[in-house]
């Protein structure tokens, strides 16, 4: 099992005000940069640390700094541009790819739109994020494609997720790491998550 969840009083306190219907576009948004802040805390928790000579005010002193051109993030669009602010305030030099899909609404299968990724994405480790993983399609289909430009170390970061999209990812990429904020209950027959907190991406952006 590659999943890591968030067992946190505050999380579930901030995953509470960011479900329910009355929070607001800025404050929804808000919260999803704080929880995705966190969530790349615990990313980053295996982070290769390189030896550094640094000097405090009081002397020269030797430690430990993360090479952050080793790593990516690829937010899944449109809903996964919501959390780069959350992981830029942990990682601000990260190199950012897009990728863009959209779920066939009969089939629920990802068609992808858009693919634009950072130079040498072959040689760097990759966060994807996304905050909603329902059936695990898009975010599945990502990882297949950055492994077709060679990727070989991706992680999965989310808010929410699905039993069923764990699965998906288990099976289809079970060298994936998932860290998400929470696992919810089901999907339900649109393949949204039960309980869930709507559509993130009209949330994040206020279309609905």
Do not use: W
């Not at 069923?164 to 089901?186: L, M, S, Y």
Request: overall charge negative.
């Amino acid at each position: 099992m590659n999943e890591f969840v968030l067992n946190h009083p505050l999380i579930t306190h901030k995953l509470a005000i960011l479900r329910d219907i009355n929070t607001g576009t800025k404050e929804f948004r808000e919260l999803v940069t704080e929880i995705s802040t966190i969530l790349m805390y615990e990313a980053m928790r295996d982070a290769k640390l390189e030896k550094t000579t640094i000097e405090t005010p009081l002397e020269k002193m030797e430690t430990g700094m993360i090479d952050e051109d080793n790593y990516a993030i690829v937010p899944i669009l449109r809903a996964g541009m919501g959390m780069v602010d959350g992981v830029l305030n942990v990682f601000p030099n990260a190199k950012i790819g897009h990728i863009g899909l959209y779920r066939n609404e009969e089939t629920f299968q990802p068609v992808e739109y858009y693919y634009k990724m950072p130079e040498g994405i072959n040689k760097r480790e990759v966060l994807v994020i996304d905050p909603m993983l329902a059936t695990g399609g898009s975010a599945s289909a990502t990882i297949s494609r950055l492994k077709q430009d060679g990727v070989t170390k991706i992680k999965l970061l989310c808010i929410v997720a699905a039993p069923q999209g764990i699965k998906c990812i288990e099976d289809d990429h079970p060298d994936v790491e998932i860290f998400c904020a929470t696992v919810d209950r089901e999907l339900n027959e649109n393949a949204y998550i039960l309980p869930g907190l709507g559509d993130a991406g009209d949330r994040v952006y206020g279309t609905k």
